[in-house]
């Protein structure tokens, strides 16, 4: 079996469809089973070669274009052109396409909370992910939550359906070496004692009312500043000014773009791991800081709560005490704290490259 695989999003700093392609490439490529050739698009500058080694995993170089030119007119023509069996696209596919596809669809977003995304992306999602979904030859979902939140919205059959959960690369676990600790610190400038989100900026992560809850346990006296990781998304101003409000500007701190290597450091060095978002399709970050095992807080949103499987404490979004109370509890109990640390370096432990590969091995010969 010939199979394409869309990678644009690799080098794109894209957050978590960066990361899960990543995965999949290094989870394919690793794959003892393995007898079909993978065609990974990638973008012509993108570094591929040195990082995928492996003979069945191909890069193919293609122009970088938008969305609305990638989708419909280029990976058609790549599919046709390279004779594939399978295409594999993640959220939209083309139209019109010469072999079936697989899409992996992380969330639906664009559905469920429309006013937390730009006009045009959220239009074109709505308007492309039924037909996309209809028309896929199988559908990749992070958590069996997705799912039932698809199904919610388009009457598509349980059969249809793969559950390709990513990994945790190695890299992400507890770090020992307190110089290493303390070369990341400074080069970030960061305070002793701080709550780390990772994401991207953008009303769906909820970083408003984690800047709240942050200011109220300032002000009881829980010295924890805030470490905010990741690229500006969307939709931000508005959220960024709200944040000055609060008059926290020497507890809060933006990072920006985080490298690959120094993330892991970044976790370790966290007293807590807050991730309290409105709605997610999986949350790699949550797996991550697990697996560094970093306390770590999470939303009662169903994909979140399913991937943590109770190795974290869960709050109420949308109530800042809440998310203040528990931000609090994790940073001052040292038995929940080392039930955290423990329990999620064990649950970390249960996704793996030979999972996710053969689920997606699974899910690509399914295609009849």
Known sequence: MRIGIDAHALGGRAGGNESYMRMLLHALATYPNLDD???AFVH???DFDSVFSNKSLQACRMPQVSSYLRTPVLLPWLAHKKRLDVLHVQYTAPPFCPCPYVVSMHDVVALRFPETMPWRERTRLRLLSGRTLRCAARIFVLTKAMQTEIQSFYDIPDAKFDLV???????FKPIDDGSIKAEVRKKYNLPESFVLYVGQLQPRKNLVRLAEACAKISRQGVDQHLVIVGKKAWLYDEML????RLNMSRRIHFTGYVTQEDLPVLYNLANVFAFPSLYEGFGIPVLEALACGTP???STDPALCEVAGGAALSCNPFDVDSIADSIGLLATD???REHCKKEGIIRASDYSNQKMAKAAYNGYHAIK
């Open 37 to 39: 050739e993978v065609l």
């Open 44 to 46: 012509d500058e993108t």
């Open 165 to 171: 959960q990513p990994t945790v690369e190695p890299i």
């Open 241 to 244: 000014s709200t944040i000055d």
């Open 296 to 298: 770590t807080l999470i």
């Open 334 to 336: 040292s038995t929940i």
